[in-house]
Antibody
């Protein structure tokens, strides 16, 4: 059974930093692209970032470019999102999502989400 | 990286059919047959419903179908059931490993 479990969410002040983790199991993690997708309260889904199967390729939405860094540890089957210079508008539930082997989509499995709240 | 355009809401009675549109550009929906659709119930993670425009993952009822014409993709749900009431999101590959979502459509089953 495929499982994705996010952790690391929390409440922090503007300008702060946070690292999210997504522990995976049930599939060969090292052969699939992975993404982070967020959802602000009461809003729609927004793709944030993706990494290809080996972590060499990393890609970002314009809204987070230069502030967020995606990475993966294929030896630990874990995906990460380092978030720096956080803003109020980054407040959202952050989902990790499993992608395809050659492309970031489709997202066939999702985690339960981690809530990040940025507020003073 | 502009969001795809979906209607804010659609509705239908049990047993009827509804179609949700998803309009993009020649750089995303129109350029690739990599449109997918997700269903989200309140407080839950999105669920994978359609991929590659019209393919259904295992376990998704055949009442759900997808199509595409030019820059617009569509999700059709036939034989509406109460449990279909949810938010639906389209998603498209936009090249260079970039992904774009639609704004979401709230489906109400009357």
């Amino acid at each position: 059974e495929v499982q994705l479990v996010e952790s690391g969410g929390g409440l922090l002040q503007p300008g702060g930093s946070l690292r999210l983790s997504c522990a995976t199991s049930g599939f060969t993690f090292s052969t699939y692209a992975m993404s982070w997708v967020r959802q602000a309260p009461g809003k729609g889904l927004e793709w944030v970032s993706a990494t290809n199967y080996d972590g060499v390729g990393t890609y970002y939405a314009d809204s987070v470019k230069g502030r967020f860094t995606i990475s993966r540890d294929n030896s630990k089957n874990t995906l990460y999102l380092q978030m720096n210079s956080l803003r109020a508008e980054d407040t959202a539930v952050y989902y990790c999502a499993k992608g395809g082997q050659w492309l970031p989509t489709p997202f066939d499995y999702w985690g339960q989400g981690a809530l990040v709240t940025v507020s003073s | 990286q502009s969001a795809l355009t979906q209607p804010r809401s659609v509705s239908g009675s049990p047993g009827q059919s509804v179609t949700i549109s998803c309009t993009g550009t020649s750089s995303d929906v129109g350029a690739y047959d990599y449109v997918s659709w997700y269903q989200q119930h309140p407080g839950k993670a999105p669920k994978f419903m359609i991929y590659d425009v019209s393919k259904r993952p295992s376990g998704v009822p055949d009442r759900f179908s997808g199509s595409k014409s030019a820059n617009t993709a569509s999700l059709t749900i036939s034989g509406l059931q109460a449990e279909d009431e949810a938010d639906y999101y389209c998603c498209s590959y936009a090249g260079s490993y970039i992904v774009v979502f639609g704004g979401g459509t709230k489906l109400t089953v009357l």
